[in-house]
């Protein structure tokens, strides 16, 4: 991902709009791009802080607050991940199992 495209996912991301691929290439992004980090610490301060003070609430920690929010992001990719790899797992033992059934089915059609 180049930095134009994380620059232009910084406020869907502060959002909670982004899809599975686009948040785990925007992390992997913004993790290894100081300027991107930069970026988006920016947004997420004006963003949150201005909602902290409609809201009257809230520990003014921004700092901490967008360290929480890309730890969840990070949870949310290896969970992803992890569901991911058990779906194909699971799929695959589906498949082995229908194959050795039909195998099973015709040895005793073919030798009675």
Same mark, same amino acid.
């Given at each position: %991902?180049?930095?134009?495209? +994380?620059? &232009? @996912? $910084? %406020?869907? /991301? ?9 948040? *785990?290439?925007?992390? *992997?992004? $913004? ?6 980090? *930069?970026?988006?610490? #920016? /947004? ?5 802080? @201005? ?10 920690? #921004?700092?901490?607050? %967008? *360290? ?5 992001? &990070?949870?949310? $990719?290896? @969970? +992803?991940?992890?569901?991911?790899? $058990? /779906? /194909? ?9 229908? +194959?050795?059934? #039909? ?10």
């Amino acid at each position: %991902m180049e930095c134009r495209e +994380a620059e &232009r @996912l $910084v %406020m869907p /991301y502060i959002q909670d709009q982004l899809s599975g691929q686009e948040l *785990e290439d925007f992390l *992997e992004h $913004v993790e290894g791009c100081p300027g991107c980090q *930069e970026e988006l610490e #920016i /947004y997420f301060t004006v963003e949150v802080g @201005l909602k902290q003070l409609e809201e009257e609430s809230g520990s003014y920690n #921004i700092k901490g607050e %967008m *360290e929480a929010s890309l730890e969840a992001s &990070r949870q949310k $990719v290896r @969970l +992803a991940r992890l569901f991911k790899i $058990v /779906y /194909y797992a699971v799929d695959t033992l589906t498949a082995l199992g229908i +194959a050795s059934t #039909i195998l099973l089915q015709l040895r005793i059609w073919i030798f009675p």
